[in-house]
């Protein structure tokens, strides 16, 4: 069941994701190389504590942190540990803050130091991904055209879209209806109307879209081991189009 959200509730996730924008501006400062991805993990806790949220992941089916942190052929939910960033490294982070009773979540992925030119373009393609998949998000589309957006704009890139993991709505709970997955035919699934909440985020890689979990029981790695990248954002459908929720 989707649950339509109010201009107030909408209000309210745009708060959470004010949170979770301005941890991701802390973190940008932070990611180089040296830095151990639970140092990052600790710097986005303190920063959401702070600001009056609590980490929405942490604790969350039993995962441990308050980021995900997928390293290069991470996918993602990469676990923040003493693994320390390299040079060339591309760290994909993904949060979420429950800020009175409503969630935000997004990710980003980031370079480490000077990263090799087909990082570059693997992430420039997959952020690129997310923002025409925001553009589709608009009343009289369905969610298969925000998924076939992506798709098609990925796979013309010569990159795969994960299947395995997809988007989803969200308000009051993390994970809410619909699925929003980053694959299929345009024109199917609900139609998205004015109050809609929905976490749209490509995970693209840059060889097959094949992946494989980690003894963690959480780390998706791809099974090419071939990079990845992943950008997400929390996006309200109205009518005078998508507003992007997790921006400062
Ligand atoms: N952005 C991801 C999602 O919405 C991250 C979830 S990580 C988990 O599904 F630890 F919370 F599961
Ligand atoms: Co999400």
Redesign the pocket.
């Known amino acids: 069941m989707i649950i339509l959200k109010s201009p107030q509730e909408i209000a309210k996730i745009r708060a959470a994701g004010k949170i979770v924008a301005g941890a991701i501006e802390e973190l940008k400062t932070r990611v180089r190389p040296g830095i151990k991805t639970k140092e990052l993990d600790r710097i986005a806790e303190e920063f959401i504590h702070k600001k009056g949220g609590i980490p929405?992941?942490?604790g969350?089916?039993g995962?441990p942190?308050t980021l995900?942190i997928s390293v290069n052929e991470e996918i993602?939910?990469g676990i923040p540990s003493d693994r320390v960033l390299e040079e060339g490294d591309i760290a994909g982070i993904?949060?979420?803050v429950l800020l009175d009773g409503y969630y935000g979540?997004?990710?980003l992925t980031l370079p480490a130091g000077t990263i090799s030119s087909q990082a570059k373009r693997l992430m420039e393609t997959t952020e690129a991904a997310l923002y025409k998949a925001i553009d589709a998000a608009v009343i009289g589309n369905r969610v298969s055209d925000i998924a076939h957006t992506i798709q098609s704009y990925v796979e013309g890139a010569g990159y795969s879209v994960v299947r395995e993991?997809v988007?989803?709505g969200?308000g009051r709970s993390?994970?809410e209806d619909p699925p929003v997955p980053n694959f299929g035919e345009p024109g199917q699934g609900p139609q998205l109307r004015e109050g809609m909440v929905l976490?749209i985020?490509p995970m693209v890689n840059a060889g097959r879209s094949d992946l494989f979990v980690l003894e963690n029981g959480?780390t998706a790695v791809t099974k090419d081991r071939s990079l990845s990248a992943h950008f997400?954002h929390t996006v309200a459908v109205t009518k005078n189009g998508p507003l992007i929720l997790t921006v400062l």
């Open positions: 929405a992941f942490k969350y089916r995962y942190n995900c993602v939910h993904d949060l979420g979540d997004a990710a993991f988007g989803h969200i993390l994970h976490a985020e959480w997400e």
